[in-house]
């Protein structure tokens, strides 16, 4: 009675194993890679936006701001074209004229006999 073994071996190193993991692995580095680029690009586009979007919210205000002051310059020069013709010699004859006025004929100062100071 003779037992038979049959030959079996371990294969323990796979070449055809290690090439899969090593694609697997590949393959899960390039998606990671790809998935960080992606996410670092709608990152830097959505900053891009809040920046555009806040540049664009300044230049209306400082447009605005420059029509104010537009609006100020003008109204600045109409009131003093109004303090001029004011106080211009014609407005003030009339007024003059309008508050019965007496011209003094003589004018006649004071002067002091002594040094006046005076106190606090």
Known sequence: MSIGFKKTTLKLFR????EQRKASQSKNKQWKYNVGLLLTVLLFSVVYLVQVNALSTK???IRELEKRISLNKKENEHIQMQIIEAQSLGTLQKKIDSLQLVRSERI?????????????
Do not use: E, K
């Open 15 to 18: 070449p055809q194993l290690l």
């Open 108 to 120: 006649d100062y004071i002067q002091p006999s002594q040094s006046v100071a005076a106190l606090r």
């Open 59 to 61: 230049g209306y205000a």
